[in-house]
Nanobody, 127 residues
Framework: QVQLVESGGGLVQAGDSLKLSCAAS????????MGWFRQAPGKEREFVAA????????YYADSVKGRFTISRDNAKNTVFLQMNSLKPEDTAVYYC????????????????????WGQGTQVTVSS
């Protein structure tokens, strides 16, 4: 089992930046990639970004490309999501997820690739 705990959410204004963290514990050696998803009120959960845990390759949703950056600290078993130039439409609960089975980077935008999920952290961007 892998436990994931997100932190760093909050209320910011449009144009501001925010950095989310996701700390993994437990059988972290089994993790091959980690991702961030988000769910806005009344909408389905959607992919934001993913990172290959070993090589550090990254993959982003078009809606956040150029504004968000995913990174990881292997020594601390932590993945980050740096969010810049935030927009009101970025308002959502952000979830961290981890997967055990290697896949193509382009497949990491699918929820079914992930085995473990965090509880989520709220990000609210006011206009």
């Amino acid at each position: 089992q892998v436990q994931l705990v997100e932190s760093g959410g909050g209320l910011v204004q449009a144009g501001d930046s925010l950095k989310l963290s996701c700390a993994a514990s437990g059988r972290t050696f089994s993790v091959h990639a980690m991702g961030w998803f988000r769910q806005a009120p009344g909408k389905e959960r959607e992919f934001v970004a993913a990172i290959d845990w070993g090589r550090g390759n990254t993959y982003y949703a078009d809606s956040v490309k150029g504004r968000f950056t995913i990174s990881r600290d292997n020594a601390k078993n932590t993945v980050f999501l740096q969010m810049n130039s935030l927009k009101p439409e970025d308002t959502a609960v952000y979830y961290c997820a981890a997967c055990r089975i290697p896949a193509a980077m382009a497949d990491y935008d699918q929820e079914y690739e992930y085995d473990y999920w965090g509880q989520g952290t709220q990000v609210t961007v006011s206009s």
